[in-house]
């Protein structure tokens, strides 16, 4: 019967250490390790970078990482507090020397053991050493702290670590850098798509089940629609209108201002997505969408007919109802918005032409034109509002 054993490392096991199951890896041409550890105790392993301070000096041979930037470190903290469920990813760190570790062999097939080969063990953290962060250092810091002010939402917790064991300090900064190099930025449609936990993006989520004809048109994952699309929206388009419908400015701050007020208010994001709704079926009466639905092939060619099939034209069409939902009852703002729908949005319409459509009948998004254009509108529809 075989057994598994730990085989002694070659290098003397120190005291005081913290002794974790754990993996030793070869990945371009280094040797690294993976372990976990609670988050309560990563802090005390791992070596951070600070705010820079005013008029700091700064020892260029010293510098590994950057700042650390507070606003990013509290949203961290928030993150963590607010969702049950967080996902964060690994922390890469850096170790100057090697770290004990004693491979799980079969014992009768120690021999057939290869240095390069990956290997379980266990792996010994001597307790009063740090390691340099090479990326996670915000996250290190936001969970140090938590772990400090609110143990809760942390307990039971685990961090993975990769730990590269490296001492060149130049070949650390270059890891620096081509670690974030590499990592892209996730766009504003894919932060609407998957953000299940912001209130807004999921009211657009609730617009593309509820609504067919938007989840046949809508560009789901660029933030533009392309020259020969058969779309007519980006997620992004349809969350401006929201934003708008609710009587916020998309253009601004109105975003994250309805956001915070939907957080704290259900009754309120419960009006706004009836809004939302409303609108988007009226808008399916438009004579420009309804002809993109009937013959998608000809979208692209609708799309430089009209303004409404823009972004800058919901924005437009969905302030004007904003403003309709503000002023009067729902049943006299339904009739309203469907006045609204009926209107000529052809971008030939004299009303736009030095507002929002230029000399060359390019669109103009400046929040200029589009303010003027909706005063322009209101006023030929016969409405004045102050």
């Given at each position: 019967m075989q057994t598994?054993?730990?085989k002694m490392p070659s290098i003397g096991t120190p005291t005081g250490s913290l002794m974790l199951p754990a993996l030793k890896y070869v990945s371009g041409k280094r040797e690294w390790y993976a372990v976990t550890i609670p988050y309560k105790t990563l802090g005390k392993f791992v070596q951070t970078s600070s705010v820079k301070k005013k008029n700091q000096e700064i020892i260029k041979s010293e510098i590994k990482n950057r700042f650390l930037d507070k606003k990013h470190k509290d949203d961290i903290k928030q993150y963590i507090k607010e969702e049950e469920e967080y996902t964060i990813p690994p922390i890469t760190l850096v170790s100057y020397e090697k770290l004990p570790f004693r491979p799980f062999?079969?014992?009768?097939?120690?021999?057939?053991?290869?240095?390069?080969?990956?290997?379980?063990?266990?792996?010994?953290?001597?307790?009063?050493?740090?390691?340099?962060?090479?990326d996670g250092n915000h996250r290190s810091v936001a969970i140090?702290?938590?772990?400090?002010?609110?143990?809760?939402?942390?307990?039971d917790s685990h961090m993975l670590l990769n730990i590269v064991v490296e001492n060149r300090p130049r070949k650390i900064r270059q890891d620096f850098v081509d670690v974030n190099k590499n990592a892209k930025q996730t766009t504003s449609s894919i932060n609407t798509l998957f953000n299940t936990r912001d209130p807004l993006a999921g009211i657009v989520a609730d617009l593309l089940e509820e609504i067919d004809y938007l989840q046949e048109t809508t560009?789901?994952?660029a933030t533009s629609v392309s020259k020969n699309s058969k779309d007519i929206y980006t997620i992004n388009n349809l969350k401006n209108a929201v934003i708008e419908l609710a009587g916020y400015?998309?253009?601004?701050?109105?975003?994250?201002?309805?956001v915070k007020e939907l957080k704290?208010?259900?009754?309120?994001?419960?009006?706004?997505?009836?809004r939302a709704l409303i609108f988007f079926t009226k808008l399916k009466s438009n004579r420009?969408?309804?002809?993109?639905?009937?013959?998608?092939d000809k979208t692209p060619e609708l799309r430089n007919e009209s303004l409404l099939t823009s972004g800058t034209g919901i924005v437009i069409a969905s302030r004007i109802s904003g403003i309709f939902f503000k002023e009067f009852d729902e049943s006299r703002a339904i009739l309203e918005i469907e006045k609204l729908m009926a209107y000529d949005w052809s971008r030939n319409n004299y009303i736009f032409k030095g507002n929002v459509i230029t000399p060359s009948q390019k669109i103009s998004?400046?929040?200029?034109?589009?303010?003027?254009?909706v005063e322009a509108i209101l006023k030929d529809l016969g409405f004045n509002f102050k």
């Amino acid at each position: 019967m075989q057994t598994i054993s730990a085989k002694m490392p070659s290098i003397g096991t120190p005291t005081g250490s913290l002794m974790l199951p754990a993996l030793k890896y070869v990945s371009g041409k280094r040797e690294w390790y993976a372990v976990t550890i609670p988050y309560k105790t990563l802090g005390k392993f791992v070596q951070t970078s600070s705010v820079k301070k005013k008029n700091q000096e700064i020892i260029k041979s010293e510098i590994k990482n950057r700042f650390l930037d507070k606003k990013h470190k509290d949203d961290i903290k928030q993150y963590i507090k607010e969702e049950e469920e967080y996902t964060i990813p690994p922390i890469t760190l850096v170790s100057y020397e090697k770290l004990p570790f004693r491979p799980f062999v079969f014992e009768e097939n120690e021999s057939d053991i290869l240095p390069s080969d990956s290997l379980a063990g266990i792996i010994f953290l001597p307790i009063d050493y740090e390691f340099e962060c090479l990326d996670g250092n915000h996250r290190s810091v936001a969970i140090r702290e938590l772990a400090s002010e609110a143990p809760e939402y942390i307990a039971d917790s685990h961090m993975l670590l990769n730990i590269v064991v490296e001492n060149r300090p130049r070949k650390i900064r270059q890891d620096f850098v081509d670690v974030n190099k590499n990592a892209k930025q996730t766009t504003s449609s894919i932060n609407t798509l998957f953000n299940t936990r912001d209130p807004l993006a999921g009211i657009v989520a609730d617009l593309l089940e509820e609504i067919d004809y938007l989840q046949e048109t809508t560009e789901l994952l660029a933030t533009s629609v392309s020259k020969n699309s058969k779309d007519i929206y980006t997620i992004n388009n349809l969350k401006n209108a929201v934003i708008e419908l609710a009587g916020y400015n998309s253009q601004s701050t109105g975003e994250e201002k309805l956001v915070k007020e939907l957080k704290d208010n259900t009754s309120e994001r419960e009006k706004v997505k009836e809004r939302a709704l409303i609108f988007f079926t009226k808008l399916k009466s438009n004579r420009f969408i309804n002809q993109c639905l009937k013959n998608r092939d000809k979208t692209p060619e609708l799309r430089n007919e009209s303004l409404l099939t823009s972004g800058t034209g919901i924005v437009i069409a969905s302030r004007i109802s904003g403003i309709f939902f503000k002023e009067f009852d729902e049943s006299r703002a339904i009739l309203e918005i469907e006045k609204l729908m009926a209107y000529d949005w052809s971008r030939n319409n004299y009303i736009f032409k030095g507002n929002v459509i230029t000399p060359s009948q390019k669109i103009s998004n400046s929040r200029e034109s589009i303010s003027n254009t909706v005063e322009a509108i209101l006023k030929d529809l016969g409405f004045n509002f102050k």
